[in-house]
């Protein structure tokens, strides 16, 4: 039986979902895998950490989580005093960096990554922020430590885009993609084509744990842009930040411009495109009426999907419904098998 270490940097709805379904398919990995998984370390920012190189007790880690308490009761450790000293401090064999996203640098996460790669880590990211502004560098750098850099959930949670490309699209030139990528916008979207109201729909989504308590990185386009980012840097292999995405959130939409669209058989959606021009990419996200005939018509409350066009396929979709932490969950523990 093979012993995997983990460390979790960040232990928020993502980290939680994480630890549940470590705990569902322990006895799959052992069995199928013979894999034994322990988590040796968790930190956060304001939640404390815990270190234990026998293995901390999922169950308790969960418990104290739930409870909004410091995780330092559960280390048999002392807790260094930042996150970088933490993942120095930890013996793991795979890093997982779920700690939240910046739009606008990718830091502290590119830090994180860089030390945990350096420390001799596997890492294994959620977080959108470090693959458009840092991808290149820390893809170097994985290469040159022979360590598994992966980041399936960064776009559409668990569905497997990224490792499709990987795997089974060799030699294929992705030209162009559109598709809807943030759930939270669709979701207010259907609430607003019922004649809920844009403010009523924003906060049955914050309800539901669907929106941030500041929902501006969803409604603003930001998360969306973002997307369009990590899809062109990775899959086009040409690096566009969430600044240079065009962009229109969905803040300016009308409940009259949606009801009308809806009553002539059209429906507003948040649209994420990406197109070749030249040596560069142009990337769009804007809100855009469709109709019954366009397969972006039928994606509906937080469900997203993506059309690829390529030089040798026709026009390919992956559609994903209703996905949540859980299924980020799941990327990333498809990660963590692909990264052995
Ligand atoms: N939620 C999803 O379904 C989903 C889907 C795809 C990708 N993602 C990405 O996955 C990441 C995690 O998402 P989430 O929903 O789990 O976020 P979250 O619930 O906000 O949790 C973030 C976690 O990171 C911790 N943290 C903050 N600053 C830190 C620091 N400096 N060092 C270590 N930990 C730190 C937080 O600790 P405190 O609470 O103590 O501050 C918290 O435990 C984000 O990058 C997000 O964009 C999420």
Excluded at 206 to 212: D, T, V
Excluded at 238 to 250: A, D, S
Excluded at 273 to 298: C, N, W, Y
């Amino acid at each position: 039986m093979r012993e995997i270490r983990l460390l979790l940097v960040g232990f928020g709805n993502v980290g939680d979902a994480f630890l549940q379904l470590l705990q569902r398919k322990q006895k799959t990995l052992r069995k199928d895998y013979a894999l034994k998984v322990l988590v040796t370390g968790v930190c956060t920012g304001t939640h404390g950490g815990a270190l234990d190189p026998g293995g901390l007790d999922l169950e308790q880690l969960l418990q104290t989580k739930r409870n909004q308490s410091q995780l330092n009761g559960l280390s048999v450790e002392v807790i260094p005093q930042d996150t970088l000293s933490f993942i120095n401090a930890c013996e793991a064999d795979i890093m997982l960096e779920i700690s939240p996203v910046s739009y606008s640098d990718g830091q502290p996460a590119i830090r994180f990554i860089h030390e945990g790669l350096s420390k001799g880590m596997h890492v294994i990211t959620a977080n959108k922020g470090p693959i458009v502004h840092a991808y290149h560098e820390l893809r170097a750098l994985a290469r040159e430590v022979q360590r598994a850099f992966l980041f399936e959930s960064t776009v559409m949670d668990g569905a497997p885009i990224l490792s499709m490309w990987r795997e089974t699209l060799p030699a294929a030139h992705l030209t162009s993609f559109r598709g809807i990528l943030n759930s939270t916008t669709n979701f207010i979207l259907n609430e607003m084509e019922s004649s809920v109201s844009f403010d009523a729909a924003v906060q049955k989504a914050q309800e539901r744990g669907i929106a941030e308590t500041d929902p501006t990185g969803d409604l603003e386009g930001w998360d969306a842009a973002i997307k369009v980012g990590v899809l062109s840097t990775v899959l086009m292999g040409t690096p566009l930040l969430p600044n240079e995405v065009e962009r229109k959130g969905i803040m300016g939409l009308s409940q009259t411009q949606i009801t009308d669209a809806l009553a002539s058989g059209k429906r507003w959606k948040l649209i994420c495109m990406a197109e070749r021009e030249g040596a560069k990419v142009r990337g769009v996200v804007k809100p855009i009426q469709v109709t019954s005939s366009d397969p972006l018509f039928h994606v509906s409350g937080t469900s997203s999907a993506v059309t690829f066009h390529t030089d040798v396929l026709g026009p390919l979709t992956v559609l994903e419904e209703n996905p949540g932490p859980d299924t980020t969950a799941y990327g990333m523990l498809a990660d963590l098998l692909n990264s052995l």
